[in-house]
């Protein structure tokens, strides 16, 4: 079975950091381009990040870009994101999905900033 | 950055009748990397549509998508009581990968 588990969300003081993470199974995890997507509470989705099969490229949205960055350890079949300097307006749900078209979503690990 | 504008905010239509959803770029979009995606309340987005026509494992053949460069439509022939949910569009094409603000379709 196809599985994307996130962790790592909890509460967090402005400008404080945190580091989510996102445990893929049930395919070839270096197969595959990876995303980040956040959705606020009766928002719609916000891309965040994604990054190529290999890690070589990266993509940030513009309220990120230089607060967080994006990684991956194909070795651990695990996606990485790391955030700083994190802002009330950064408070969501994310999402790890698979793909850049996302094919394949966790059930979302909840960051709040407070 | 491309902007996604889609319409209606909001669609009212009965099970069994057609929807037809729009999705506006600012800007050409790259190669038609152009997704749809439907989503319900408290659940993760669901990919319906890839490539802008292609449809995503599993997706009933009642979910069609269209359009190239910057219009593109997303069609559900006949709406069954379980496609009553919140659509998405999603460029890929070039970073900033963004969303629309999405499509209600409520039931009438």
């Known amino acids: 079975d196809v599985q994307i588990l996130e962790s790592g969300g909890s509460l967090v003081q402005p400008g404080g950091s945190l580091r989510l993470s996102c445990a893929a199974s049930?395919?070839?995890?270096?197969?595959?381009?990876m995303t980040w997507v956040r959705q606020a509470p009766g928002k719609g989705p916000e891309w965040v990040s994604s990054i190529s099969d290999s890690g070589a490229n990266t993509y940030y949205a513009e309220s990120v870009k230089g607060r967080f960055t994006i990684s991956r350890d194909n070795s651990k079949n695990t996606l990485y994101l790391q955030m700083h300097s994190l802002r009330a307006e950064d408070t969501a749900l994310y999402y790890c999905a698979r793909h850049y078209a996302m094919d394949v979503w966790g059930q979302g690990t909840t960051v709040t900033v407070s | 950055e491309i902007v996604l504008t889609q319409s209606p905010g909001t669609l009212s239509l009965s099970p069994g009748e057609r929807a037809t959803l729009s999705c506006r770029a600012s800007?050409?979009?790259?190669?038609?990397?152009l997704a749809w995606y439907q989503q319900k309340p408290g659940q993760a987005p669901r990919l319906l549509i890839y490539g802008a026509s292609t449809r995503a494992t599993g997706i009933p053949d009642r979910f069609s998508g269209s359009g190239s460069g910057t219009d593109f439509t997303l069609t559900i022939s006949r709406l069954e009581p379980e496609d009553f949910a919140v659509f998405y569009c999603q460029q890929y094409g070039s970073s900033p990968f963004t969303f629309g603000p999405g499509t209600k379709v409520d039931i009438k």
């Open positions: 800007q050409s979009v790259s190669s038609n990397y």
């Open positions: 049930g395919f070839t995890f270096s197969c595959c381009g």
